[in-house]
């Protein structure tokens, strides 16, 4: 119960840090509520990594106190550049809207509950698999995250030039986008462990759900139900960043791609207001909607000042994408590019200039992804390969590498009409960034040539997320072409279809459950068949048992791949090799290969001293790992008189260097 009330705090610590400063910097500079809360998150974590390189640089520590005064920082310069007569537009999400037609129709009673309802079938299979607020994931890269807080809590910096420090034994500066870490380091004194869960939890299904249902209010503000519709199907959909944080555990990625919907509503907004000022129409402005919001900017100063907020608004957006990952704000420039360039179109006859938006956002996507400038991922081979015809089939039935299950294709057969019934109207763009972010999940799935997926690491599981953002809000069309077959004389569909419609949708979205605790128990439980794991129950009972009594000033030799490599943020004991990713230096090969004997035999006198200038002060050996690997290997041959032991299990030895004799 403890565990589960600091998940709590922690949680709301994080949401309030991601959300507030956005928020109040969009409204002092003039934007609307609705725009606000869609860029929130993603200016809260441009000011959390933006504010941690400041801190890092002049020396100050990374605090709760420091991130609050920089955010203030932030606040003031949005109010002073309203005081200057900048201020944002008017957009389709400032004006209530006005259903139009059947299809619009009311908003749906209930609605809370029925959000709240989707919510349980979502997170609850997680839950339970979990078992616990501070259950450690299995997988690579939450070793890697929960290191980079820990060594942020020791050293109170959160800069992304110095996180990457962790994965080095030499302490050498390495850059990584750290905007999540600078935020969830916010929280302190909290388990590092539980720390990670609130983080990843309100980060990926908060942002997500709003922005869904504001991606749906910006595209289609004359259907009452679309928000609602969108934030159902987000939360139901199997490859939601949530499924993939217990999938793949990209975290970082997958919370920049929880906030990328309500980046995208905001992109929506802002270019409709810019479109329908240079043009006098804009994507969809044939309602009464968007002649209101035309008439809000008219009235809200001159023109270039708006456009001037509404590009420092989307850059500072986009900074706080990148700053999670950066492949999240080259998916928004594809979008930005998709939407500009469609919308558009018709216009450049008599407004060329507008062809710039579109050439703008791709150019620097192309240096990207086929130049140096990519280095650091464009080497890398990529994830799961499959045939041609099964990536395909993937993204046609809705059977995406995040968790396949049935309930995609339910999901497919809503949004298909949508995607087809989209062509033919204002929204077609949507269509375009559908085929887009297609061709790069097929890229990825079968390991193209054309190399288009290499700033997503060549994996269609990242990818997936944005895929499933695009389908989720082309249901709302889907659903309003399936209401014109249901009722081809455009009045309102019966009573008892749409029951009969609302009960098989329950159905669905339960029978999804199994299938969700079995994915999650591959990676949450203590045992899954075919899968190795990092910690194993009776392991993490003698640590708990043992830490109290060592010396948290030394380290502990372990192969990375062992559960001693997370003792050092679950219990703050050092450890050699605090990520499985490390980069090794001479000196620690040169370790493990006296200690293995593998030159040949060395006196333990000179293995002593070796252990001591490396500080080391246990040595941990693990025979069942999460990964063998023959150079890790080599601490388990070890020579057992360095030391004594200090605990043993069926499958490990904790021994505790003494070099006194």
């Known amino acids: 119960m403890t565990d589960l009330l600091l998940l709590i705090l922690a949680g709301g610590v994080v949401l309030a840090a991601a959300l507030v400063p956005g928020f109040l910097a969009v409204r002092v500079l003039g934007g609307g509520r609705l725009l606000a809360l869609a860029l929130a998150p993603s200016l809260g974590a441009a000011i959390a990594g933006v504010g941690a390189v400041i801190a890092g640089t002049v020396g100050v520590p990374w605090s709760l106190a420091t991130f609050g005064v920089l955010a203030a920082l932030m606040i003031a310069i949005g109010y002073l550049a309203r005081r200057l007569g900048m201020r944002l537009p008017a957009t389709v999400l400032d004006v209530e809207p006005t259903p139009q037609g059947p299809s619009g129709g009311r908003r749906v009673p209930g609605a809370p509950w029925w959000i709240a309802g989707a919510a349980l079938v979502a997170l609850v299979p997680i839950a339970y698999a979990a078992g616990g607020a501070d259950r450690v994931l299995e997988r690579w890269d939450t070793l890697y995250h929960l290191s980079a807080l820990e060594r942020i809590r020791e050293t109170h910096d959160a800069s992304s030039l110095v996180i990457g420090t962790v994965a080095s034994t030499t302490g050498s500066p390495n850059p990584y986008p750290g905007g999540f870490h600078a935020l969830a380091s916010l929280v302190p004194m909290v388990p590092i462990p539980v720390v990670l869960n609130a983080a990843c939890l309100v980060l990926a299904v908060v942002p997500w759900v709003t922005g869904m249902a504001l991606l749906a209010r910006a595209l289609w503000p004359e259907v009452a139900w679309g928000p609602f519709a969108a934030s ?88 706080g994408l990148a700053l999670m990952h950066p492949n999240v704000a080259v998916s928004a420039l594809w979008l930005i590019a998709a939407l500009s360039a469609v919308t558009a179109l018709p216009h450049l006859r008599s407004r060329p200039l507008l062809a710039a938006v579109p050439i703008a956002a791709l150019v620097p996507v192309a240096l990207l992804t086929w130049t140096p400038l990519a280095s650091v991922v464009t080497g890398f081979a990529g994830g799961l390969q499959v045939p041609w015809w099964s990536g395909v089939g993937e993204l046609l039935l809705g059977l995406l590498t995040v968790w396949p299950m049935a309930l995609g294709v339910v999901l497919a057969l809503l949004w298909w009409p949508g995607l087809v019934a989209s062509w033919r109207s204002p929204q077609r763009w949507l269509v375009v960034a559908w085929v887009v972010m297609g061709a790069l999940y097929l890229d990825a799935a079968v390991d193209s040539p054309l190399n288009l997926s290499t700033l997503f690491y060549r994996g269609q599981d990242r990818l997936a997320m944005p895929v499933t953002m695009l389908t989720c809000v082309l249901v709302i069309p889907g659903l309003r072409a399936w209401s014109r077959v249901l009722s081809p004389h455009r009045e309102a569909v019966p009573r008892w279809v749409v029951t009969a419609l609302a009960l098989l949708a329950v159905v669905a979205a339960a029978s999804s459950v199994p299938t969700r605790i079995g994915n999650a128990q591959q990676n949450l439980a203590w045992t899954s068949e075919g899968r190795g794991r990092f910690l194993q129950q009776d392991e993490v009972e003698a640590w708990a048992r043992a830490a109290p009594g060592m010396d948290h000033s030394k380290k502990v030799l372990a192969s990375p791949f062992s559960g001693a490599s997370h003792m050092y ?58 990964s063998w690997s023959s150079t890790f290997d080599l601490v388990n041959r070890a020579d057992p008189a360095l030391g004594h032991v200090v605990f043993r299990t069926d499958h490990s030895e904790l021994i505790e260097v003494d070099c006194s004799a």
């Open 232 to 319: 159902v199907t987000g939360l139901l959909a199997p490859a939601a960043p949530w499924d993939e944080w217990i999938h793949l555990s990209a975290i970082p990625n997958m919370v920049g791609f929880a906030m990328l919907p309500g980046v995208t509503a905001a992109i929506v907004a802002l270019w409709g207001a810019l479109l329908r000022e240079v043009t006098g129409a804009a994507p969809g402005s044939g309602t009464d909607v968007g002649a209101a919001a035309g008439a809000g900017t008219a009235s809200a100063g001159g023109p270039a000042r708006r456009h001037l907020a509404s590009v420092l608004a989307l850059l500072g957006a986009g900074l």
């Open 569 to 626: 943020a679950i219990h703050g004991q050092q450890a050699y090799f605090p990520v499985a990713g490390m980069a090794l230096t001479q000196q620690d090969r040169s370790l493990l290969y006296s200690l293995a004997g593998t030159d040949g035999a060395v006196p333990l006198a000179t293995q002593c001293g070796m252990l001591a200038d490396a500080d080391v002060g246990y040595i941990y050996k693990e025979y069942e790992t999460y």
